[in-house]
T-cell receptor, first 112, second 112 residues
Framework: DAKTTQPTSMDCAEGRAANLPCNHSTISGNEYVYWYRQIHSQGPQYIIHGLKNNETNEMASLIITEDRKSSTLILPHATLRDTAVYYCIVSVYGGATNKLIFGTGTLLAVQP | DAGVIQSPRHEVTEMGQEVTLRCKPISGHNSLFWYRQTMMRGLELLIYFNNNVPIDDSGMPEDRFSAKMPNASFSTLKIQPSEPRDSAVYFC??????????FGDGTRLSIL
C-alpha cells in the first residue's frame, strides 16, 4: 500500500472551513483515497473516499489533484465537535484485500 | 441500525490471565478486522477475515494472540497468557466486500 504524508497538527476557527492536506505521491492506479477521523476515546469514523473525481457527502468534500498525488479534505463549517485526529489512507477498494494501514494522522483543533 | 458492537468496553486483569474480546459486526458485512491502538505504535491491523475465513494474520504480534470467527455475526480475539505490554485499546471493524470499514467503540484493556 502507498504511504501518505500529513501535517502533524492544524488549527481552525469555529465556523470556518478546515482544509486538511495529504500527500500520496506513490499511489497506484487502483488505490482509493480514504479519510477517517478519530475523536478522543472513540473508534475511527469513516468520512469519505474517492478514486480520481472530487467527492462530496454530508460530512465533507474530497478534492483529489489531477495527477492523484495529493488530496485535500474540506470540512466546510468546522465545529468544536470536529476536533479529532484525521487519517488519510490509500488502499485498494473492496475485496479480500480491503485493509487499511493507518499513519499518524493530523490532529485538527477547532478553536472557539 | 446497530453499529459494530464490542464487549467488554473495559477489561482489567492480572498478567498471565486469559483475555477474550468479543465483536459483533454489522449485519450483512462480510469482512471483519481487528486493530490494536497504543500511544507508541498507533493503530495497527492485527488480523482480518473475509466470509469468516482469516485472510491476513501477519499483524498478530505472537502466538499468544488468536482470533476466530465461527459465524458471520461473531468474532473473538483471545490473548493467553496476557502480559502488561498487551495493554491497549482493541478495535473491531466490519465492512461489506465493497465498502468502507465501520469501527466499534473499542475495548480498553489493562494488564496489571
Amino acid at each position: 500500500d502507498a504511504k501518505t504524508t500529513q501535517p502533524t497538527s492544524m488549527d481552525c476557527a469555529e465556523g470556518r472551513a478546515a482544509n486538511l492536506p495529504c500527500n500520496h505521491s506513490t499511489i497506484s492506479g487502483n488505490e482509493y483515497v480514504y479519510w477517517y477521523r478519530q475523536i478522543h476515546s472513540q473508534g475511527p469514523q469513516y468520512i469519505i473516499h474517492g478514486l480520481k473525481n472530487n467527492e462530496t457527502n454530508e460530512m465533507a468534500s474530497l478534492i483529489i489533484t489531477e495527477d492523484r498525488k495529493s488530496s485535500t479534505l474540506i470540512l466546510p463549517h468546522a465545529t468544536l465537535r470536529d476536533t479529532a485526529v484525521y487519517y488519510c489512507i490509500v488502499s485498494v477498494y473492496g475485496g479480500a484485500t480491503n485493509k487499511l494501514i493507518f499513519g499518524t494522522g493530523t490532529l485538527l483543533a477547532v478553536q472557539p | 441500525d446497530a453499529g459494530v458492537i464490542q464487549s467488554p468496553r473495559h477489561e482489567v486483569t492480572e498478567m498471565g490471565q486469559e483475555v477474550t474480546l468479543r465483536c459483533k459486526p454489522i449485519s450483512g458485512h462480510n469482512s471483519l478486522f481487528w486493530y490494536r491502538q497504543t500511544m507508541m505504535r498507533g493503530l495497527e491491523l492485527l488480523i482480518y477475515f473475509n466470509n469468516n475465513v482469516p485472510i491476513d494474520d501477519s499483524g498478530m504480534p505472537e502466538d499468544r494472540f488468536s482470533a476466530k470467527m465461527p459465524n458471520a455475526s461473531f468474532s473473538t480475539l483471545k490473548i493467553q497468557p496476557s502480559e502488561p505490554r498487551d495493554s491497549a485499546v482493541y478495535f473491531c471493524a466490519s465492512s461489506r466486500s465493497t465498502g468502507p470499514q465501520h469501527f466499534g467503540d473499542g475495548t480498553r484493556l489493562s494488564i496489571l
